[in-house]
Every structure is written in C-alpha cells, then in structure tokens.
C-alpha cells in the first residue's frame, strides 16, 4: 500500500503515520528524514541539499524528488510505504507520479487530516520543551506538575521559536499556499479521503484505520 499523509503543521500526520507503519509493516518516508540521511550518507544528492541547507535555503524541488526517488527505490519500499511530508506542492505531486509510473506503480491512497487552523495554533503555542532531556509538554493538555519544570529531569521548559505564534501563523500560511491545492489535485484523482484531526490520538487512528479499509 502506497499512501500519501497530507496534513498542516500540528496535525498529528507524523504520529499517524507512525501508528500506520507499525499497523500495515510498510516504512515511513519522511522527507526530514531522508535529506539528514542523505546528507549524513555524503550522497550526490545528500551533497547538493547540503550546500541549500547550510545557506538556511529551502532545498529544490529538483534535489527533493531525486533524493525521494532513491528512498522509494530501495527493497524495503517494494511492499509500500507512508509519505510523510512528501510531496509538499503541486510540482513535488506530478513529479512523485511521474516517479511511479517509472516503476509501474501508483498512489493507493492520500489522507488529508484536517483540524481547523485556530485549533493548531492552540496546540503548537502551548508546546513546551525540556532544555535538559527533550520531554514534550502543553500547558493545557499535559502540563508539568510544576510550572515551568520537568516533570522527569527538572529541567526548565521552554517555548521553541518554530511553536511561537507569528511563525506559526507563517508556517499555515506555506501550508495553505504550497500544499493545500494538492488536496483537491488527488481529489479530482479520486483517490482523497479526508480525516477529522480533531480528538484523541487514538480517535483519529481509528478514522484513518477506517478510512484504508474502504479503500
Ligand atoms: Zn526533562
């Protein structure tokens, strides 16, 4: 099963995605992942998004799909796969198909998890970390039995600069600009489901669970 997660920041994709993999056995294709590989592997590829990455530049759609093609084209992938944050527009989209075609195969199905935007920004603004061990917490939905402190390690919580509202805000706006139209582009494919972001991990797992069966 080849299935494409799209989702906003926030919306609990990459921890869906997660879940999914254990669930059908298949590997998760994170672009995050993949370029730090590569980059730590010293690649071609891996190579050339470096030279992007260390200038703090977004990395070419170009250099993305070359450095996907090679994920996708390795044994471990021939039962499938989660995309997780690939593709992120709509010429990352028609390259992705393009990819697959060449290796006769196809998308099986694409998820968009959908939470509405004030809801994230709730959840991504009251993230907070431990400076000392990396524990997550929110100070609505799981706050430290001390403010300000962890709970494991005491060390002292902090708010990082990608969960401060304005860049928040920002991210959603990429979002809704460069990924938002692939939603309706894999629609019109018929291969779109969408999936109520809103609950409980759990909740949604089930949904998303659901939703591969009536695939
Ligand atoms: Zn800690």
Same mark, same amino acid.
């Given at each position: 099963?080849?299935?494409?997660?799209?989702?906003?920041?926030?919306?609990?994709?990459?921890?869906?995605?997660?879940?999914?993999?254990?669930?059908?056995?298949?590997?998760?294709?994170?672009?995050? @992942?993949?370029?730090?590989?590569?980059?730590?592997?010293?690649? #071609?590829?891996?190579?050339?998004?470096?030279?992007?990455?260390?200038?703090?530049?977004?990395?070419?759609?170009?250099?993305?799909?070359?450095?996907?093609?090679?994920?996708?084209?390795?044994?471990?992938?021939?039962?499938?796969?989660?995309?997780?944050?690939?593709?992120?527009?709509?010429?990352?989209?028609?390259?992705?198909?393009?990819?697959?075609?060449?290796?006769?195969?196809?998308? *099986?199905?694409?998820?968009?998890?959908?939470?509405?935007?004030? @809801?994230?920004?709730?959840?991504?603004?009251?993230?907070?970390?431990?400076?000392?061990?990396?524990?997550?917490?929110?100070?609505?939905?799981?706050?430290?039995?001390?403010?300000?402190?962890?709970?494991?390690?005491?060390?002292?919580?902090?708010?990082? *600069?990608?969960?401060?509202?304005?860049?928040?805000?920002?991210?959603?706006?990429?979002?809704?600009?460069?990924?938002?139209?692939?939603?309706?582009?894999?629609?019109?494919?018929?291969?779109?489901?969408?999936?109520?972001?809103?609950?409980?991990?759990?909740?949604?797992? #089930?949904?998303?669970?659901?939703?591969?069966?009536?695939?």
């Amino acid at each position: 099963m080849r299935i494409v997660l799209l989702g906003p920041p926030g919306a609990g994709k990459g921890t869906q995605a997660k879940l999914l993999t254990g669930r059908l056995g298949v590997p998760q294709v994170s672009t995050g @992942d993949i370029l730090r590989q590569a980059v730590a592997n010293g690649t #071609q590829l891996g190579r050339e998004a470096k030279s992007f990455m260390d200038r703090g530049a977004l990395v070419p759609d170009e250099v993305v799909i070359g450095i996907i093609e090679e994920r996708l084209r390795k044994p471990d992938c021939a039962q499938g796969y989660i995309l997780d944050g690939f593709p992120r527009t709509l010429p990352q989209a028609e390259a992705l198909s393009r990819v697959l075609a060449s290796l006769h195969a196809s998308v *099986d199905g694409v998820l968009s998890v959908e939470v509405p935007e004030e @809801d994230l920004v709730e959840r991504l603004a009251g993230r907070r970390v431990c400076r000392g061990c990396g524990n997550m917490y929110h100070v609505d939905t799981n706050p430290p039995l001390q403010a300000g402190r962890c709970n494991t390690c005491d060390g002292a919580l902090y708010q990082r *600069d990608d969960d401060k509202e304005e860049t928040i805000r920002h991210r959603l706006r990429v979002y809704r600009d460069q990924t938002q139209p692939l939603v309706a582009y894999y629609d019109k494919m018929g291969l779109l489901t969408r999936i109520d972001g809103r609950g409980t991990i759990e909740e949604i797992s #089930q949904r998303v669970h659901r939703a591969l069966r009536q695939r």
